[in-house]
């Protein structure tokens, strides 16, 4: 069964450095988006993409968020000057049109 | 904006009980409630899900009940067994309604232990 997968699985990073998570979705799915699990926490909504452009983005998707689909399969989300409570897990899912998603590994941030 | 509450945050149950986790939304636009599955450190996982226009969902020993009217939602296990150990979150979303992709509100977990 085709899976969304994820890339780095962990990334540690200093506070004011770039990052850039990336993610594959499922070959035939046309919709994406990026949550984020702050630790012990609830799964929240960061920005939902389609067509090379942001359909919706959260509060929390500021300025130093950025999405991109640099090619044909990856998905990228970019923070640019991370700050310690960007610490968290990131999840990218994605949909083929209806309302189903399916949420990859994740990517734990640990920014010190 | 959508809020969804989910309740209890913790469930402690023997196995081969059921098991119920409740949720509440705020948006009656909203239209679809998946629910997910998520084991430590692993991705959440569809385990269920139902649309507006059904009352109730059944698979096996899951089963999801929707009460449109008073905006709750239900997840039912039955004969619970310890690989049901997990966190399970409820979530809503207005669909594609209005110009939205569907984003996922996500209720804040339960922990649901099955005890030998």
């Known amino acids: 069964e085709p899976e969304v997968t994820q890339t780095p699985s962990h990334q540690v990073t200093q506070m004011g450095q770039e990052v850039i998570l990336r993610c594959v979705p499922i070959s035939n799915h046309l919709y994406f988006y990026w949550y984020r699990q702050i630790l012990g926490q609830k799964v929240e909504f960061l920005v939902s993409f389609y067509n090379n452009e942001i359909s919706e983005k959260s509060e929390i998707f500021d300025d130093q968020f950025s999405v991109e689909r640099p090619d044909g399969s990856n998905f990228t989300l970019k923070i640019r000057s991370t700050k310690l409570e960007d610490s968290a897990m990131y999840f990218c899912?994605?949909?083929?049109?209806?309302?189903?998603?399916?949420f990859g590994p994740g990517t734990r941030l640990l920014v010190l | 904006g959508e809020n969804v509450e989910q309740h209890p945050s913790t469930l402690s149950v023997q196995e081969g009980d059921s098991a119920v986790i409740k949720c509440t939304y705020s948006?009656?636009?909203?239209?679809?409630f998946p629910w997910y599955k998520q084991e430590l450190g692993k991705r959440p996982q569809l385990i269920i899900d139902?649309?507006?226009?059904?009352g109730e969902k059944k698979d096996q020993r899951i089963a999801v009940t929707l009460n449109k009217t008073a905006k709750h939602f239900s997840l039912h296990i039955t004969e619970t067994q310890p690989e049901d150990s997990a966190v399970y979150f409820c979530?809503?979303?207005?669909?594609?309604?209005?110009?939205?992709?569907?984003?996922?509100?996500f209720g804040k977990g339960t922990k649901l232990s099955v005890k030998p």
């Open positions: 139902i649309r507006s226009n059904v």
């Open positions: 899912a994605s949909s083929e049109g209806d309302e189903t998603q399916y």
């Open positions: 979530a809503a979303s207005n669909g594609w309604y209005g110009g939205s992709q569907g984003n996922l509100i």
């Open positions: 948006d009656s636009a909203s239209n679809y």
